[in-house]
């Protein structure tokens, strides 16, 4: 008799998103008249910049012409944006060879795919409140998974302690939900613990672009000893408005190495034969986004979701609301007023003001009592809501 992988069966029943997309959808069922503000996924909303259009149009050129056509892509990567990518690090003075880089679907895609390079048996460590795709990955693997709870006393940037021990550590800077990054002092307490126990780090660093102050790490391999230890994955959803184009990348060092088994080879083996790659148009457009002209088009959108954060942040300071993030990250993370529960404060906002958040408690059970606000809506709609939140 077949059996399924039971650990399905430890999973709550819906994923977080497509939990509150039902939710959302049953309330338009009852209220057609209503528009809502959209807060919650972080989706972006701007249209793709002009560099990385001009560059599809293009690419779809290339594929209409035999001298120019591309059929199966190289599996880890296009080399001209294994380049892009490595040389955008190499600009900002983190040293990153072409092949250490891995072109991917995107970052979420990656960041369960890659746990094919550990044992089942291995422990993974996740700093809660976290992306919830960490936990259901590793509940779907069967794998033993070590919490560690964060709060407002540790400004959600906890670090290893003599009890800590897991094999695998996640840590997301700048961080979904929260929006708190560590700083360099913080980060390298992570790779120090990690090489000395031989453990990996997956660093999610999908909100580096977020980061305004220059003296915060937007890599870990900004970090002394993070070749050893880091595996980073990245994508351009959030970065270049990627989200429904799909593209990410992930660095993998030459230098780590666990068992004697190198894991940019293991990737390799992995990526050769599992994917064929992505699509040629896809890389071919996202290489636009590391020339000049795509990075001056691409942070003209960042900020304008960064004003979408001030203005969250405004509203917030009038209610008296206490709260984090929305500075160096996309998120907006507040403890719902007056004691409320985050999925009671969920339906406050969506029945009587016709908002759509995150429930903090979908991010783990320290996010209780807290909620998140995306700032990738509309500018129009960002400033709805914040007239409708100043009334709380
Ligand atoms: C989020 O809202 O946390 C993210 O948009 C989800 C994702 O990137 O998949």
Not at 44 to 61: F, R, T
Request: with cysteine; aromatic share 10%.
């Amino acid at each position: 008799m077949l059996i399924p992988n039971m650990n399905y069966s430890h999973l709550k029943t819906s994923y977080l998103f497509y939990n509150i997309a039902q939710r959302t959808k049953a309330y338009l069922a009852e209220h057609p008249d209503k528009k809502l503000l959209r807060l919650g996924i972080g989706d972006v909303s701007l249209p793709l910049c002009d560099a990385v259009i001009k560059g599809l149009h293009q690419a779809a050129e290339d594929q209409a012409d035999a001298s120019t056509f591309n059929g199966y892509m190289p599996e880890c990567g296009a080399p001209f944006l294994r380049t892009a990518v490595a040389e955008h690090y190499r600009g900002r003075g983190v040293q990153v060879a072409d092949d250490e880089v891995f072109i991917s679907s995107g970052a979420s895609d990656e960041l369960g795919d890659i746990l094919d390079l550990f044992d089942r048996s291995n422990r993974s460590l996740i700093i809660e409140p976290a992306y919830p795709a960490y936990v259901d990955a590793n509940v779907m693997a069967g794998r033993e998974i070590v919490h560690v709870p964060s709060s407002l006393d540790n400004g959600f940037l906890p670090l290893p302690d003599e009890n800590t021990a897991a094999e695998l550590i996640y840590i997301c800077s700048p961080n979904n939900p929260t929006g708190a990054v560590f700083d360099r002092e913080k980060l390298k307490a992570w790779v120090d613990f990690a090489n000395a126990g031989g453990s990996v780090i997956l660093f999610d660093a999908a909100y580096e672009a977020f980061i305004e102050d220059e003296s915060l790490p937007r890599s870990i391999f900004e970090i002394e000893g993070a070749r050893t230890c880091a595996i980073e994955i990245c994508s351009l959803s959030k970065t270049a408005g990627f989200t429904g184009t799909r593209l990410g990348y992930t660095v993998i060092p030459h230098e780590l190495e666990r068992c004697g088994m190198k894991l940019n080879d293991m990737w390799v083996r992995n990526r050769t034969t599992k994917t064929n790659g992505v699509s040629y148009i896809i890389q071919r457009a996202a290489c636009e986004v590391f020339t000049p002209e795509g990075q001056r088009q691409i942070h003209e959108n960042i900020n304008i979701y960064k004003n979408n954060a001030k203005t969250i942040m405004k509203a917030l300071d009038a209610a008296g609301i206490e709260y984090t993030g929305g500075k160096n990250a996309p998120y907006i993370w507040l403890r719902c007023p007056g004691g409320m529960g985050s999925w009671e404060f969920f339906d406050k906002l969506l029945n009587e003001m016709q908002i759509v958040g995150t429930p903090g408690e979908g991010f783990g059970r320290c996010g209780e009592g807290f909620f998140r606000f995306s700032t990738f809506g509309s500018p129009e709609d960002t400033e709805e809501a914040a007239r409708r939140l100043a009334k709380l």
